[in-house]
T-cell receptor, first 114, second 111 residues
């Protein structure tokens, strides 16, 4: 069964450094998402992406964050200057374009900021 | 904020049916009910979704009340591997809207 894959599984970065989290959505899916989950807290929406542009973003998704779909397969989340509070699990999700199809999530990247 | 309320936790004996309730009294006519679960810190796993009819797949059954203000996810024969946090999410099916996760129900399947 097709699945969303995320790399790396664990990323350790010094505060202030840039980090790029990578996702390969399910082939032929049209909607892409990033969510995050701080340890012990709820899963929070960050951003959605459709037709090569951001369609919706949350208050969390400030100027430090950006997303890109550089080619036909990858979907990336960049954090420009990481802060300690960016430490979290980051989940990518994708969804087929038609109707009420569900989102399918990857297993996440654990981001640890030191 | 999440448009659903769920019990914080539930226990279920292994091999028995697990019935997880969800209240969504403000659901709109075009909003679907989606169920996901999260095992440890893995990504949320899709289980099932529905609009107004009851649904069944290889994982679970979804029973939606006639007024659509509540629903129940049924795992017919719970196993230890079903121990997880279960999320009930209400969202419009079209336009790729993001999901709003609440705290969910922590289901513990006991041997």
């Amino acid at each position: 069964e097709p699945e969303v894959t995320q790399t790396p599984s664990h990323q350790v970065t010094q505060m202030g450094q840039e980090v790029i989290l990578r996702c390969v959505p399910i082939s032929n899916h049209l909607y892409f998402y990033w969510y995050r989950q701080i340890l012990g807290q709820k899963v929070e929406f960050l951003v959605s992406f459709y037709n090569n542009e951001i369609s919706e973003k949350s208050e969390i998704f400030d100027d430090q964050f950006s997303v890109e779909r550089p080619d036909g397969s990858n979907f990336t989340l960049k954090i420009r200057s990481t802060k300690l509070e960016d430490s979290a699990m980051y989940f990518c999700a994708s969804r087929a374009g038609q109707g009420n199809q569900p989102q399918h999530f990857g297993d996440g990247t654990r981001l640890s900021i030191l | 904020d999440a448009k659903t309320t769920q019990p914080t936790s539930m226990d279920c004996a292994e091999g028995r049916a697990a019935n997880l309730p969800c209240n969504h009294s403000t659901i709109s006519g075009n909003e679907y009910v989606y169920w996901y679960r999260q095992i440890h810190s893995q990504g949320p796993q899709y289980i099932i979704h529905g609009l107004k009819n009851n649904e069944t797949n290889e994982m679970a059954s979804l029973i939606i009340t006639e007024d659509r203000k509540s629903s129940t996810l049924i795992l017919p024969h719970a196993t230890l591997r079903d121990t997880a946090v279960y999320y009930c999410i209400v969202r419009v099916g079209n336009y790729g809207q993001n999901f709003v996760f609440g705290p969910g129900t922590r289901l513990s399947v006991l041997p």
